[in-house]
């Protein structure tokens, strides 16, 4: 049984990592005293949910957390520290601080340690997210206990909009583009001014013009998409931006 833990200590365990290639042990108290600490725990570095949506978004989102009172975002996983530390800088999540659980001590401590052997894996982490507060857990959501790898509750948004509600959270922007079209320079220079990230995608080189006639109706560049709706092109760029104002 995954027991809810709120209310309780975080166990006290030791890390060892491996910094700047010199042995480094880390203690719950460094991680957790005197601070309040976003905390997710997932099956394994390089596997495909953690990789592709557990982490990323966490990442992304780090900011909001840090503006309404989280100073720290842990990442836990049993694994070693030298797995840990590549997984960090394939993922680029520079936010995101990666803990190794190598011996799945801080794991079993949470009560989340499971059998994975029928994957290969051995003993391995439960999916979950919490929020401590001075080492004392506030908050745990914890992913339902049944076949697989639910990823229902676990993730970033759900425990942001429990620490802040009202958070208002990053547009999801992505352009298609050309290397030397002006009007996608003017795009990008727009969007840079108004702070605003995105993700880039070159006609030509990462799809063809036949995927981008089959995506937006249009074979001109670029063409913008927020949160999953067609904007268009700098000029229909520029009118959003200014009626968000």
């Known amino acids: 049984m995954l027991e809810n833990r709120e209310g309780q200590r975080v166990p006290q365990v030791t890390f060892r990592t491996r910094q700047n290639n010199q042995w480094?042990?880390?203690?719950?108290?460094?991680l957790f005293k005197g601070k309040t600490v976003a905390v997710f725990s997932l099956?394994?570095?390089?596997?495909?949910?953690?990789?592709?949506?557990?982490?990323p978004r966490f990442n992304e989102l780090a900011p909001v957390f840090f503006q309404h009172g989280v100073d720290s975002i842990l990442c836990v996983s049993v694994n070693d520290t030298f797995v840990m530390n590549e997984w960090a800088q394939d993922q680029k999540a520079e936010h995101i601080r990666f803990i190794p659980d190598g011996n799945g001590e801080f794991t079993e401590g949470m009560g989340m340690l499971v059998d994975k052997e029928n994957l290969g894996f051995g003993k391995r982490s439960w999916r979950y997210s919490m929020l401590v507060k001075d080492g004392v857990i506030s908050k745990m959501f914890i992913?339902?206990?049944?076949?697989?790898?639910?990823?229902?509750v676990s993730d970033a948004d759900t425990?942001?909009?429990?620490i802040a509600p009202n958070a208002?959270?990053?547009?999801?922007?992505?352009?298609?583009t050309r290397e030397t079209c002006p009007f996608c320079i003017r795009a990008k220079g727009m969007l840079h001014e108004a702070g605003i990230a995105?993700?880039?995608?070159?006609?030509?080189?990462?799809?063809?013009?036949?995927?981008?006639?089959a995506a937006t109706g249009s074979e001109t560049v670029p063409q913008v998409f927020i949160d999953g709706q067609l904007i268009g092109g700098?000029?229909?760029?520029?009118?959003?931006?200014a009626a968000r104002r």
């Open 24 to 30: 480094v042990d880390v203690t719950t108290e460094e």
């Open 43 to 55: 099956p394994g570095a390089f596997t495909p949910t953690c990789s592709s949506s557990h982490v």
């Open 143 to 152: 992913e339902p206990n049944v076949a697989g790898d639910p990823y229902e």
């Open 159 to 162: 425990i942001l909009d429990f």
């Open 168 to 176: 208002v959270k990053p547009h999801s922007v992505m352009l298609f």
């Open 198 to 213: 995105f993700d880039e995608i070159l006609v030509g080189d990462q799809v063809n013009l036949r995927a981008l006639r």
């Open 234 to 241: 700098s000029d229909k760029l520029a009118e959003w931006l």
